[in-house]
């Protein structure tokens, strides 16, 4: 009956070491979370480097000519090498960044950096079923991480296009993780005037975007913490 009794209460002790282990490590991820998202937005240290390795995103729908536009008024000699990620399917945008990447070549007051372009796999394509989608998913995830690995960006620019969503999900939790830690500048399109787009919302609401900016003053009245830049196309 003894024998029984302290079978019983290693048991209950054994149990009770493995849930404070589980709720230790919680408070533990919650209190990395909030950190991360503290230091969030905050400029980079003195002494950092003088150049950042730059994931930009692209899309289709107006988003890489934006981005382009963007580009075109940034020193392009801190924000280098550069890679370009546009979907599996839309080859147009990223044939339009390589004639901008030319463009910059010729410039005699441009340094030449290197430069890389490379497709993602899409969560999921216009019209396609929700059960379907949920596979295609799985294997964009896995692709973005796979691509987040290889690159390991400092800075990430995007401006909307649903494929930015998984990269600065997978960016966040490197940050949690202590893996990498990328800063995600996020410009909503200059087509939002009252209201954001759906990734825009996402990494807004959840702040995971840095620093989040927007082109019209009436849409950041709705987002206070959004940065208000004027129109920039």
């Known amino acids: ?37 503290y230091k969030c937005g905050k400029p980079f240290p003195k002494g950092a480097s003088q150049s950042f390795t730059t994931l930009v995103v692209l899309g289709s729908g107006g988003h890489t000519a934006e981005m382009l536009s963007l580009l075109s008024v940034l020193r392009m000699d801190r924000f280098t090498p550069r890679f370009y990620i546009a979907a599996a399917t839309d ?15 010729v410039k005699p007051a441009v340094k ?7 497709q993602i796999y899409r969560s999921r394509e216009v019209g396609q079923s929700y059960v379907t989608s949920v596979w295609t998913t799985i294997v964009a995830i896995v692709h973005g991480l796979w691509l987040m690995i290889r690159i390991r960006p400092q800075v990430i620019l995007c401006n ?4 930015c969503i998984p990269l600065c999900v997978i960016a966040f939790l490197f940050k949690v993780l202590g893996i990498r830690w990328s800063s995600i ?19 807004y609401k959840l702040r995971i ?20 830049v004027g129109c920039l196309m």
């Open 185 to 203: 500048f996020y410009v909503e399109s200059v087509a939002r005037v009252k209201k954001l787009s759906l990734s825009g919302l996402l990494l």
């Open 1 to 37: 009956m003894e024998e029984g009794c302290n079978c019983f209460t290693s048991k209950m002790v054994s149990n009770l070491s493995i849930g404070l282990l589980i709720v230790l490590g919680i408070v533990l991820l919650m209190v990395r979370v909030l950190y991360v998202v």
């Open 209 to 228: 975007a840095d620093q989040f900016f927007v082109q019209w003053p009436q849409l950041q009245k709705k987002c206070p913490r959004a940065h208000y």
């Open 91 to 105: 080859s147009m945008s990223l044939q339009k960044a390589r004639s901008f990447e030319d463009s910059l070549a």
């Open 160 to 163: 909307g296009p649903g494929t």
């Open 112 to 118: 030449e950096a290197s430069s890389q372009f490379m």
